[in-house]
């Protein structure tokens, strides 16, 4: 995945851009970087953050940095934000999204320039420099990024610092968000919208579906109107990987994760001891089924993050396996003997939700009940790189259907994805056996989209049934 920030304050803007690049560190596991301008120019900083935070990384750097106007981002992939010199001037840029023509794209600016590009040490090219070459093809910044928006398929939200201020454009379809917060002094802008309310900036505009916006400290100018019906925002921002305190679309992602743990207990009535969920994003999930069913809260295990604060970090997934289960400390005197209903965001290849149930019953849980806080993945993003790691093949889903039919075909995953169909059960029975569970149900897609309280056509549920 990724996030950005970006300030253009009337002060030095260092420390914000700082502390609201680092409230993004959930989205990343790669890089973090950093662009300051200041009166003698650019200065960057990238480091790897794959074994430890941002924050260690970065807080001796910033006592050199000086400036009015930066943008930070976290990474999944590759370095950024990037430095760039045209005929446009000099500017810094940073992106969120996923370039699927990215082939198409460097060849036809291979053929119709003498440009140039860096091969990163996976031998792709850098998306970001990319959208750059994309952006010196036009004759302005404004119509630079309008034909990037345009001809990249995928998704693209970007910033880009200049002496002219910090260009915010949201992808056009919407999938990840982008917030403006002002105060007094000084404009940001920001993917997560709560990254900069500690501050002290409030929010004044959420950026719609390809719309362009400038800021300079003394607020913001719309430079592009959005798209009128072209949302499709990422409905799993609400489910995992969004940060609690966050709004998008003006739908707080607690109180979403409420509301679908609530709509789950309307219709599950298991007799269970203790309702608990996967720290992190699965508790509030917990949270919500626990109010509504009236069976107790609990932490049946808890989560040891002062050296563990995240599992996915490691690139070996046996080592990520171990991590997590180094991470989990059990409460014996809350599992032992005990009913135990647990909620997780989600189950994607099963490993991890295997060998949380064989830990519980290990600790003498009598049963142990898996209700995922959305309904099974059946296919695998291809407009954002969050689960670019997880090959569809992977999916526990995939899996247990393919065992059933052996050769696989992509239209017939439609009765699969379907709750009313016998084959949609037939799945989850098998899945449930396969990972050893007492007993497993889904959220239903139709409460999901209700939870969120959005229209289901503004979401984009690909990962369920396609639809995006």
Request: proline share 5%.
């Amino acid at each position: 995945m990724g996030g950005v920030f970006g300030v253009i304050s009337k002060s030095n803007c260092v420390l914000d851009v700082f502390f609201g690049t680092d409230y993004h560190s959930h989205l990343g596991t790669s890089r973090g970087g950093m662009v300051i301008l200041g009166d003698q120019g650019y200065t960057r900083a990238i480091h790897n953050i794959e074994n430890s935070p941002f924050r260690t990384k970065f807080e001796h750097e910033i006592n050199q940095m000086d400036g009015r106007s930066g943008i930070g981002c976290i990474s999944d992939t590759e370095p950024q934000p990037l430095l760039v010199r045209s005929h446009l001037g000099s500017y810094a840029l940073t992106t969120v999204g996923r370039i699927n023509n990215s082939r198409e794209l460097v060849g036809e600016t291979l053929a119709n320039s003498n440009t140039h590009f860096l091969e990163m040490s996976s031998g792709e090219i850098n998306p970001t420099e990319l959208v750059a070459a994309l952006i010196n093809q036009c004759g302005s910044i404004l119509e630079g990024i309008r034909f990037a928006q345009e001809r990249i398929r995928g998704s693209l939200t970007l910033l880009l610092l200049n002496r002219e201020g910090i260009y915010a454009a949201r992808d056009k379809w919407g999938r990840t968000p982008l917030s403006v917060g002002c105060r007094e002094d000084a404009c940001c802008v920001s993917f997560e919208s709560f990254a900069y309310k500690n501050l002290g900036y409030n929010t004044e505009h959420e950026l719609g579906p390809g719309e362009i916006v400038r800021l300079t400290a003394d607020g913001y100018e719309v430079l592009s109107e959005p798209i009128a019906g072209n949302m499709k925002i990422c409905a799993f921002l609400w489910i995992y990987y969004g940060y609690p305190t966050s709004d998008y679309e003006g739908q707080n992602v607690e109180a979403v994760r409420y509301r679908c743990g609530e709509r789950m207990a309307g219709r599950d009535a298991t007799d269970v001891d203790i309702v608990a969920g996967v720290p992190d994003s699965g508790t509030a999930h917990a949270i919500g089924y626990a109010n509504r069913s009236g069976v107790p809260f609990a932490r049946p295990f808890i989560k040891y993050t002062p050296t563990w604060p995240r599992s996915f970090m490691p690139p070996q997934q046996t080592v990520r396996n171990l991590i997590a289960r180094m991470k989990i400390i059990p409460v014996d005197s809350l599992i032992r003997g005990k009913r135990l209903l647990l909620i997780d965001d989600s189950i994607v290849r099963g490993t991890q939700m295997r060998e949380t149930t064989e830990f519980l019953y290990q600790c003498g849980a009598r049963e142990v009940h898996i209700r995922p806080a959305c309904p099974p993945l059946l296919f695998s993003c291809p407009y954002l790189n969050f689960s670019r790691a997880s090959n569809r093949t992977e999916l526990i889903s995939r899996k247990v259907i393919q065992e059933k039919m052996g050769t696989l075909d992509e239209q017939q995953l439609a009765v699969y994805a379907d709750h009313n169909q016998a084959p949609y059960h037939e799945m989850v029975d098998a899945i449930c056996a396969k990972l050893n569970f007492t007993s497993l149900r889904y959220n239903r897609l139709d409460d999901m989209i209700e939870a969120i309280g959005l229209p289901a056509g503004q979401l984009c549920t690909y990962c369920w049934n396609r639809q995006g």
